[in-house]
């Protein structure tokens, strides 16, 4: 990859900058679900976000039509979709629950139970570095949460939950990529996404009125944006120059929770999440390189 594009701007600047726009867009998301969550159910909200999300492939759609969506593993995108829902009904509640940049620290650990799912699951080899830096990030969860030094809730457990089965996410995702297509697997996680979401809100419906309805547009758009921004910063550069970027979304989360609902996360929450980000981008440094071998030998990554 060349250090610049036809653009001027070098490929890092450009990672970034695709990189800050997703980090915002996940401030804003979760600040809006924090804002709306008293008043609509996080179900009902996850529903829309789905709808949106699923709207946004309408027109790609309307000009290829549904002959490239062919496949024979529905079961493992219903998987990675159910996958999807608890991942991000966990998120909500967790940001109803707690401080937006606590649970955002905790989010960081997704890479770390990725590669651990890896090994359990695809029977992906992982060294003794690697290891390690699965240890010292998961240290980082118990400086944030100091059990034994104050009282842990119940809630605390939802972005971990959030993190693992985001995780999982990645896991099928690399699963799917062998036979699939790129826009398949983006696209069938929403088409099995939508009706996945809207059984848990058919318990709890509610219409929503206008102001509401406003906000849940917004959830939509900014979920969209954050997701969007993540891909395009992936498609410019590979993982490992991607990820150390990814911190930043912890700053713009710890602003909008701080200017928005005057929250104020104490010192353990910036050690801890620097601690798990530091785990987690060494691991995903690593499988990079793995891959990048993998890929010159012609066989697979280590």
Do not use: C
Not at 268 to 285: D, L
């Amino acid at each position: 990859m060349n250090a610049s594009t036809p653009r001027g701007l070098p490929v890092v600047v450009r990672v970034g900058l695709w990189m800050s726009l997703s980090a915002v867009s996940f401030a804003l998301l979760i600040g809006i679900v924090r804002h709306i969550t008293p008043e609509v159910n996080v179900y009902v909200v996850n529903f829309w976000r789905n709808v949106l999300a699923a709207a946004m492939f309408a027109p790609w759609l309307m000009r290829r039509g549904f002959a490239g969506l062919h496949t024979r593993r529905h079961g493992t995108f219903a998987l990675r979709a159910a996958f999807m829902v608890v991942a991000t009904i966990a998120l909500y509640e967790a940001v109803a629950l707690m401080s937006m940049a606590e649970v955002t620290s905790l989010t960081f650990t997704s890479p770390l139970f990725a590669t651990a799912l890896a090994v359990l699951v695809l029977g992906e080899k992982v060294g003794p570095r690697r290891w390690l830096a699965l240890a010292i990030g998961f240290s980082g969860v118990l400086v944030i949460l100091r059990p034994g030094f104050v009282s842990l809730e119940p809630a605390v457990l939802l972005p971990l939950l959030s993190a693992l089965t985001f995780a999982g996410v990645m896991v099928t995702g690399k699963m799917l990529a062998a036979t699939e297509s790129p826009e398949s697997i983006v696209l069938y996680l929403s088409i099995w996404g939508l009706p996945l979401a809207l059984l848990p809100a058919l318990f709890v419906w509610q219409w929503p009125t206008l102001e509401q309805a406003l906000w849940l547009i917004a959830v939509g758009l900014a979920g969209n944006a954050n997701m969007y921004g993540f891909a395009r910063a992936f498609r410019i550069g590979d993982a490992s120059l991607a990820m150390p970027f990814d911190f930043i979304r912890l700053p713009f989360t710890a602003l909008v929770g701080y200017l928005a609902f005057a929250q104020q996360p104490d010192l353990w929450v910036w050690i801890g999440a620097a601690v798990i980000f530091t785990g987690s981008a060494y691991v995903t440094h690593r499988e990079a390189l793995a891959q990048r071998r993998a890929a010159a030998d012609g066989g697979k990554a280590p």
